[in-house]
């Protein structure tokens, strides 16, 4: 997307937050061709506004909002599932961090970036300036504690696709070497494991906005098991499918739309109603790696919308890849729709030894597309075999949590450092929780990280957090700058570690009375951490000026 | 009702080859003009109104490849059928790219007439369904085959 041209698009009903998004580019980055447009409707029916805009940066405004929609959900990942507006960055406000919480299914379709709405709205526009615009823009100046060192692990934002008896599928944005998946699912109280072995990984990404999929055994207890949580019976996996069908649905049969145009984003929105599953893929083709997930979603039709070369020959490469591919299978022989197509379907055929392919050259056209995906649905009905289910794009059930080692190196309430030897692609997004819950969204370091033998050194920014919250860090920050830890602890343990020091020094000294600035600092802190529970906002415009 | 049946254009270096097909399809077609490789055929095109083209793909001098990317340089979009020996996929391949109708197997040329037929046909525009309608319909033909 060109970077140049800047047009926000706030979705919501704040008018001082959007005003204020305007303030901050006419006038604070000195960029008045920066477009704001600001659209106080139902969040719904994203992509008409989308596609009349073009925006680079989109910020929804969620704190009226008490439901999100499937619809919604689907809408966000086709946008994010089209090559050209993948870069296209999604901003979520919250009104507090309980709600955002509740709507953290959004995280894995494409929401990178989140803001709890309070008094310091500059930092979300500084921080979505920073990923979507201009990565040289230096952040404001916080109070940095470094040389933390310490081993901390983390939580990756990862998604639950789908289950049968005896795997399960995740989605994630994490690579492992090794054979086993380490994380957790959150679909029911006995399934509490910690590590899948791998059956299978796949370099993509099919279903929702992340990098790699695991096929993953569900680890069965066997007559040699001990009685640990690592294992599930499989009876009470079984009773539990069973009592919980009506959670879940069948996966659904799939059909595939591969075309550069912009305007398959609007078919196949049009076309989502329909029975099958739409999966648009907004390039020439596929590669062979790429065609290994129609092992999972077993596409039943695919559609091309081809393309001429400058010397007007049709390229039918993405169409000889995928029949290349589905050579080496067994089980898969999916129709093969092939618009702006020059050959007849016969000539086809016989040239790619494949008979089932439909050729036809017009353009590609939404009603015949429907009409032949409606034409096959009810010639062949899906019959539930599938022994797959899946969860609705907006069940919390279907979030998952990738398990990652780091070894922090650097904080401030603004952003953190660490090591850490998976490679993690850029914008992915982590949950710390210590010393708060945060998120934290990993992006180009501002400067030159050095790497390790750890590790790659990544910088990420910390989102999600309320004011208070904001307080706590700054605090924690302050406190490890002149107190280095030993471990990664939060808030509660720091004050006891704290309260344990100054009980110490008064009983190996018991004539001399604690300073009165060490008495001083733990008062502060236990001060600042009852704070948190306070439900009054504090406006301290003079501290936050710097910002 | 159309009683056109349309000119053929056969392009092919045997000469067995030429005069039997020439014999098999007098009956389909209104004129028969033959080439012995695609420079000939081309020059045919020049002078004569040609509906369809019957054409081998290994030819000296200008095979069928190379004619048929001369042809579409034109902007002409006329049908063109292809000889293929066994183990001509990869050729197969080349020339749908330039807009191939149809292939037939040397040297038991199955469904000859029927292929030639529709060639000729598509040569003229006589299209008896329209375009969408087509589609469709070959569309369920293709579903019920499958089945």
Redesign the interface.
């Known amino acids: 997307m060109d970077r140049t041209r800047k047009i926000i698009l706030y979705i919501g009903p704040d008018e001082n937050y959007s005003n204020n998004i305007e303030i901050f580019y006419h006038e604070r980055m000195r960029q008045p061709q920066t477009r704001v447009i600001k659209l106080n409707e139902p969040i719904d029916d994203i992509i008409p506004y989308f596609l009349d805009n073009l925006p680079n940066l989109v910020f929804i405004d969620f704190s009226l909002t008490e439901t999100i929609s499937n619809h919604f959900h689907e809408d966000l990942l086709l946008i994010k599932g089209h090559e050209i507006f993948r870069p296209v960055l999604f901003v979520g406000l919250y009104r507090s961090k309980e709600q955002l919480k509740s709507f953290s299914s959004l995280i894995s379709c494409g929401f990178i970036y989140h803001y709890v709405k309070g008094t310091e709205d500059v930092i979300s526009f500084l921080d979505s300036y920073y990923i979507c615009f201009d990565q040289t823009t230096p952040f404001p100046k916080y109070a940095r504690a470094r040389d933390i060192n310490l081993n901390h692990h983390v939580s990756g934002f990862s998604s639950f696709v789908g289950i049968n008896e005896n795997e399960v599928i995740v989605e994630t944005d994490y690579e492992f070497e090794d054979d086993f998946w380490r994380g957790s699912l959150d679909l029911y109280q006995e399934f509490q494991s910690k590590s899948f072995e791998v059956i299978k990984k796949y370099d993509y990404s099919g279903h929702y906005n992340h990098v790699w999929t695991y096929r993953l055994k569900i680890p069965f207890r066997g007559p040699w098991d001990d009685e640990s949580d690592e294992f599930i019976n499989k009876d009470t996996h079984e009773t539990w499918m069973d009592f919980n069908k009506n959670d879940f649905f069948p996966q659904r049969p799939s059909v595939y739309l591969i075309d550069q145009n912009v305007l398959g984003l609007e078919s196949a929105k049009k076309l989502k109603n329909s029975i099958p599953e739409i999966h648009l893929i907004y390039k020439s083709g596929l590669d062979t790696e790429e065609c290994e997930q129609f092992e999972v979603t077993k596409p039943q039709i695919i559609i091309f919308g081809l393309t001429k070369d400058e010397d007007e020959k049709t390229d039918y490469g993405p169409v000889s890849q995928v029949i290349s591919y589905i050579r080496t299978t067994s089980s898969l022989r999916p129709i093969l729709v092939i618009f702006s197509s020059s050959s007849t379907s016969e000539a086809l055929g016989k040239a790619y030894n494949y008979n089932a392919i439909i050729s036809i050259p017009a353009p590609y056209d939404h009603n015949l597309t429907q009409n032949m995906i409606d034409t096959f649905f009810k010639k062949r009905p899906p019959k539930n075999e599938s022994s797959w289910m899946a969860l609705s794009h907006n069940d919390l059930k279907r979030i998952a949590w990738t398990k990652v080692e780091i070894f922090i190196t650097a904080l401030t309430e603004h952003e953190i450092t660490f090591f850490a030897d998976p490679n993690i692609p850029y914008y992915s997004l982590i949950r710390f929780n210590v010393p708060i819950t945060f998120y934290a969204t990993i992006i180009p370091p501002l400067s030159y990280l050095e790497p390790h033998r750890r590790g790659e050194h990544y910088m990420a920014i910390i989102n999600g957090v309320s004011d208070e919250d904001r307080r706590i860090l700054r605090t924690f920050v302050n406190y490890i700058i002149k107190t280095p830890l030993i471990e990664f602890i939060g808030p509660k343990d720091l004050l006891e570690r704290a309260r344990m020091e100054q009980r110490q020094k008064v009983l190996h000294n018991h004539n001399e009375e604690p300073s009165v600035t060490e008495e001083e600092k733990i008062e502060d802190l236990n001060h600042k951490l009852q704070e948190r529970h306070s439900v009054v906002r504090k406006v301290k415009k003079n501290k936050r000026s710097k910002l | 009702m159309n009683t056109k049946k349309g000119n053929l254009l056969i392009v092919d270096d045997e000469t067995v080859i030429l005069s039997r097909v020439s014999i098999l399809l007098e009956d389909i077609a209104d004129e028969i003009f033959t080439a012995n490789n695609g420079q000939e055929g081309l020059e045919i095109l020049k002078n004569k109104e040609v509906h369809c083209i019957l054409c081998d793909i290994n030819m000296p001098i200008m095979n069928g490849i190379e004619m048929i990317k001369e042809v ?1 340089k034109t902007n002409s979009e006329i049908p063109f059928i292809f000889y293929t020996g066994h183990g001509n ?1 990869s050729l ?2 080349e ?9 037939l197997n040397k040297p038991a040329l199955d469904n000859l007439e029927e ?1 030639v037929q529709k060639g000729l046909k598509a040569g003229i525009g006589d299209n008896t369904l329209n ?2 309608s087509d ?2 319909s ?3 033909k ?2 019920d ?3």
């Open positions: 579409r996929q197969m391949m020339v749908v790219k330039y807009g191939a109708f149809d292939f292929v375009g969408d589609f469709e070959e569309y369920k293709l579903l085959s499958i089945e």
